[in-house]
């Protein structure tokens, strides 16, 4: 259990996490998600002891980080896939982080079989390839088998093959009761290995929800309608008081779960149909829905705090 | 994972009943693996298992062997060579691996800035950190396992310089040296050399830049004694003479009574010095390190 209470960061004039309370409880995959620069890995950094919060509190288990006596066997962390020092090699940078918490050196070879590594496990850190450097990351934080796994981006640079192994991998840690706390800016990943949602943006929290939840309260479910007859749809839907948009290329579109209305209203008037499916806005439109209402609450609220661009690193993502 | 497929939420199903369980308020996930207090000795493990592990240490510390055994032979059989039986009478013969070691000095700063500094160059520092929350400890271990292998190395190569030139140097009519003149020669300098490389580290964790802290402590070495060169002025005797005297070339000198002024350190003063001085460091080094973020 990772619990947060008013965590803030400032450098100076700006302001890196703004306020953060939220707790990340044991037993499920919590994705922690916002565009980059909104203060994820801050938060970590924080949560690790690394960075000092100028406010607010952070706490492992209730005890605050630097308090820990055996830290890596409370908490595995997957910062960077830099923090290597790239002329050790795999097994004595391992080495070096299970001796100074007192695990048995048998956990290296472990770890290492674990991760895929075991054949490179002398080689030096500084040719390993960008996924091969996760995957070391990973087995650095999986080394004392800790009760509470955070990974920073970890899907950074993996294969598809290990992608899906970094997925299975923090969904079979979750279920044996562990705390898995994972950032990503990339909600279509997170919708396949989360089940409950932190979204953080410019440092502030937006959402804390369950996963299904997050979806239920932000996506838009609608109905996508094509039809030769459009014009003749058209005047029927409006009699009908259904409401309809275009959405060019001659589809329509029809806000809410309508489909067998629509559908029954079409027979009764002769029409025919091409196409009527119900369709759910996916996650990343979820998301993309959930910083624009932030923006035009923030915009009303206090004119100008709110830079124009605000959620713009999701466009690129 | 198309953008346009509705999304498959999986519900919280592997979820383990956690209120329920046991083990107090915080309840998850029981390692098998057994539990540790970590002390000291764990830190001292795993600094010692990274110095031993990366090549700089065995570039640095070739080197130094190199120079200080290679310079030091060579001192003597030079000397040796260009000398009868009066040359050198009533010298101590020891003070030719002066030469060496003050060569020799740069690969232990080298060493010593980069078991700090190349930490923060890498990112390794924030995995040390993490497993390490106690900065103090990380700080203390990597002082003691450095100092330790400075000192050793140090003892060892000037000891076998030492007992080479004294015995190469016989036929020159240089006296056999005291048994406080061989202590110093040997144990004092190898003191002195681990402080140095000491400082170095704390000035590395300081400036958390490699070549910066590097830059820092050759500067220390080499400026006193270059500035005083140019301080040709009366009025700056004083200066130059200070500058001179408390130079680190004067001071590894002193080791072997044969320190280039009359005035300043003298004896065993040069460590007192030092150890002064990476005392005041040490303390402004840990401040740092506990107030900074990593």
């Not at chain 1, 992608?163 to 044996?176: V, Y």
């Amino acid at each position: 259990m990772i619990e947060l209470e008013g965590l803030t960061k400032r450098y100076g004039e700006t302001v890196a996490v703004d306020g953060l309370t939220f707790s990340v409880r044991p037993g499920i995959v919590t994705g922690f998600l916002g565009p980059n620069g909104s203060g994820k890995s801050t938060t970590m950094r924080m949560i690790l002891g690394l960075d000092h919060p100028t406010a607010g509190d952070v706490r492992i288990d209730g005890r605050h980080y630097d308090r820990l006596k055996d830290p890596l066997t409370y908490i595995g962390a997957l910062l960077d896939a830099k923090a290597v020092h790239g002329g050790r090699s795999a097994y004595n940078h391992l080495l070096c982080l299970a001796q100074s918490n007192g695990i048995p050196e048998s956990r290296v070879a472990q770890v290492l079989q674990t991760v895929g590594l075991t054949a490179v496990a002398r080689k030096k850190a500084k040719g390993f390839s960008l996924g091969m450097g996760q995957r070391l990351g990973i087995a650095g934080a999986l080394l004392g088998d800790p009760r509470i796994l955070m990974f920073d981006e970890p899907v950074n640079g993996l294969d598809p093959e290990g992608i899906h192994w970094i997925r299975t991998l923090m969904k079979s840690l979750a279920a044996q009761g562990r705390t898995v706390f994972v950032s990503s800016h990339l909600m279509s990943e997170m919708a396949l290995t989360a089940d409950h949602l932190v979204v953080i943006g410019q440092g502030r929290l937006l959402a804390d929800t369950s996963m299904a939840d997050f979806i239920r309260a932000n996506s838009r479910s609608y109905v996508r309608i094509r039809c030769p007859q459009r014009e003749r749809l058209l005047d029927v839907l409006h009699q009908a008081g259904i409401t309809v948009v275009e959405a060019g290329a001659g589809v329509l579109e029809v806000e809410g779960g309508k489909a067998e209305q629509i559908g029954e209203l079409a027979a009764r008037y002769g029409l025919v149909l091409h196409e009527l499916s119900p369709q759910q806005a996916s996650l990343e439109e979820a998301f993309m829905q959930l910083t624009a209402e932030a923006v035009e609450y923030h915009a009303q609220t206090a004119p100008g705090s709110v830079p124009q661009d605000w959620g713009a690193g999701w466009k690129g993502a | 994972m198309s953008t346009h497929q509705p999304p498959m939420p999986q519900a919280p199903a592997a979820a383990p009943d956690w209120q329920a369980a046991p083990g107090g308020p915080y309840p998850g996930y029981t390692s098998p693996i057994p539990i540790v207090r970590t002390h000291l000795g764990h830190a001292l493990a795993s600094e010692w298992t990274k110095i031993k592990s990366v090549r700089s240490t065995m570039w640095t510390l070739g080197v130094f062997v190199v120079l200080v055994v290679g310079i030091g032979l060579l001192a003597g059989a030079l000397v040796n060579a260009n000398s009868d039986s009066e040359t050198l009478s009533g010298e101590n013969p020891l003070s030719f691996g002066f030469f060496g070691l003050l060569l020799g000095s740069i690969c232990v700063i080298t060493l010593g800035v980069l078991t700090t500094a190349s930490e923060y160059g890498t990112g390794m520092i924030r995995t040390t950190m993490t497993a390490c929350p106690s900065r103090a400890r990380v700080l203390a271990a990597k002082s003691i396992v450095f100092f330790a292998v400075a000192f050793v190395f140090t003892l060892a190569t000037s000891g076998f310089v030492a007992m080479v030139q004294a015995s190469m140097l016989e036929g020159t009519g240089a006296r056999t040296p005291t048994g406080g003149e061989w202590f110093k020669a040997t144990v004092g300098i190898s003191l002195y050399m681990a402080l140095l490389g000491l400082l170095s580290l704390l000035i590395g964790s300081v400036i958390r830049h490699s070549a910066g802290a590097i830059t820092i402590m050759i500067g220390v070495l080499l400026a006193p004694l270059v500035l005083a060169l140019f301080m040709a002025t009366e009025s700056l005797n004083k200066v130059r003479e200070w500058l001179f005297e408390y130079s680190i070339p004067n001071q590894l000198s002193v080791f072997y009574s044969n320190s280039l002024s009359e005035s300043g350190p003298s004896g065993w003063d040069p460590l007192w010095i030092i150890l002064g001085l990476t005392a005041a460091v040490y303390a402004g080094a840990y401040a740092l390190l506990r107030s900074r973020d990593v």
